[in-house]
């Protein structure tokens, strides 16, 4: 599917990723409105073990953006069979990831808990959600690669009904697991985890099942699996590495601020959990046009429209930034009634409102620079958005070390350090977008398919 760039073709790529993401951040909002009416331990345990989690296993985000970006390009050439064959390769390169990914959790998991939390009773609540959604790293790994795969050709529909049966699933089951409903024992943070994953089961399934039902795997040639062909790997794992640095480097500063934030006490972690789950709410416009920049970017450089590049990113900006900007204003004008669906803690609350402004601030430089470093990964050139990444993680840990393990600092300090981050994220890539060095960087995608196998 060869796209044009237009602001009707944004919406209707990204709607359905906006509805999709929309449905999927409720897996983490229901975990923590669920916990936050349960236990504050559990509050506490969630936020950084989701995190922690999710630090490992967005490696597998990686090779999806990355294969996304390979089959946008492939799409946008023409070129039908070379998507299944990135495909096939991306879908074997998750088989392997999974396997090693449930060994680190089920074995290094305890270890490591346990040497950077300090509460014995968050090291112990973190682990029980930590084993359960052990259980469904293979298929969150493999729902990574079909919405790559789908966002990829432009066909995101499916993301939207997909994750709106998790999100159903997860609250369905996060009721029964974590209350103690229908006979079974409350089982708090641990219920959490197996609701999450059978959640995560069911959203591969509907892709699987959307996959196989529109035949998918005859249209692109997917699914053969009947030669490995190493150059596809490789271009595979080139464009993908830089990405997944990139997600470990940033979502690892992130694990590192909530580690230092429990180190001013439990109650500051509880609020800093409350308000990370808005932030993940309030970024899904966001998080959506930049995945949407990603395909449209790669598409058009594959029909070789180079100079159009530039005036797309614009469009995606301009309605992101738009977008973005009406959530937010919604949000400040009724913090307190939004900050209740996750506690009925008064105090909590509270002293969740200063930080709050400074996390709205910090929203106003994310919008824009989010869509334009997703941007330069759609022209293929991935290892400069980890360079940047490098750059911004440096000022927002030597930040969180200053003001919060350091000096102390209250809350709402010690929240400017995403100030600190997204400021310098927009800078960076507005001086590569605006220096015209970007087009030095352009990436080919193309890999022969040969008729001899490799290996």
């Known amino acids: 599917m060869q796209l044009k760039g237009t602001y009707k073709e944004i919406w209707n790529i990204s709607y359905p990723i906006i509805l999709g993401s929309l449905a999927h951040s409720i897996n983490q909002l229901i975990d923590t409105a669920y916990l936050g009416h349960s236990s504050r331990t559990a509050l506490e345990a969630i936020t950084l073990a989701s995190i922690y989690y999710f630090v490992f296993i967005f490696i597998a985000g990686g090779l999806a953006r990355g294969?996304?970006?390979?089959?946008?390009?492939?799409?946008?050439?023409?070129?039908?069979?070379?998507?299944?064959?990135?495909?096939?390769?991306?879908l074997l390169l998750a088989v392997i990831l999974s396997v090693l990914l449930m060994l680190f959790f089920g074995y290094a998991s305890e270890y490591i808990l346990g040497?950077?939390?300090q509460s014995r009773d968050i090291q112990e609540a973190a682990l029980s959600y930590i084993y359960m959604m052990n259980y469904a790293v293979f298929p969150v790994v493999l729902g990574f690669c079909f919405n790559g795969f789908y966002t990829g050709i432009s066909?995101?529909?499916?993301?939207?009904?997909?994750?709106v049966c998790m999100a159903i699933t997860n609250i369905?089951?996060?009721?029964?697991?974590?209350?103690?409903?229908?006979?079974?024992?409350?089982?708090?943070?641990?219920?959490?985890?197996?609701?999450?994953a059978i959640a995560d089961t069911v959203l591969m399934l509907v892709y699987a099942i959307h996959f196989f039902y529109n035949k998918l795997q005859k249209k692109y040639r997917a699914f053969t699996f009947r030669h490995i062909y190493l150059p596809q790997i490789w271009s595979i794992v080139r464009l993908s590495t830089p990405i997944v640095l990139q997600n470990l480097i940033g979502i690892g500063s992130w694990w590192f601020f909530f580690l230092s934030v429990e180190k001013l006490g439990e109650h500051e972690l509880a609020v800093s959990g409350i308000l990370k789950s808005l932030f993940v709410f309030i970024g899904i416009p966001v998080w959506s046009f930049a995945s949407t920049s990603n395909t449209i970017i790669s598409n058009i450089i594959g029909q070789k429209r180079i100079d159009d590049v530039v005036p797309v990113l614009k469009k995606v900006l301009v309605v992101s930034v738009g977008t973005s900007l009406t959530l937010n204003l919604i949000v400040v004008l009724f913090?307190?009634?939004?900050?209740?669906?996750?506690?009925?803690?008064?105090?909590?609350?509270?002293?969740?409102?200063?930080?709050?402004?400074?996390?709205?601030?910090?929203l106003l430089f994310f919008s824009s620079g989010m869509i334009m470093n997703f941007g330069i990964t759609g022209t293929g050139a991935t290892f400069v958005p980890t360079i940047v990444e490098v750059f911004c993680s440096f000022f927002y840990i030597s930040y969180c070390y200053y003001f919060i393990q350091i000096k102390q600092s209250e809350l709402y300090i010690a929240w400017g350090c995403e100030v600190v981050y997204w400021l310098s994220l927009l800078l960076f890539t507005s001086i590569y977008w605006?220096?015209?060095?970007?087009?030095?960087?352009?990436?080919?995608?193309?890999v022969e398919i040969k008729k001899e196998p490799v290996a």
């Open 67 to 90: 294969c996304q970006v390979i089959i946008a390009r492939h799409s946008g050439e023409g070129t039908i069979e070379k998507i299944g064959q990135a495909f096939d390769h991306l």
């Open 434 to 446: 605006g220096s015209g060095i970007w087009r030095k960087y352009i990436k080919n995608m193309d």
């Open 155 to 163: 066909e995101t529909k499916i993301i939207t009904l997909a994750t």
């Open 172 to 196: 369905i089951f996060g009721y029964i697991f974590i209350f103690g409903k229908l006979g079974f024992s409350p089982m708090g943070i641990k219920g959490a985890g197996i609701s999450t």
């Open 115 to 117: 040497w950077v939390v």
């Open 335 to 362: 913090p307190h009634q939004i900050f209740s669906i996750f506690t009925n803690d008064a105090q909590l609350i509270q002293d969740a409102m200063a930080p709050f402004y400074t996390l709205m601030i910090a």
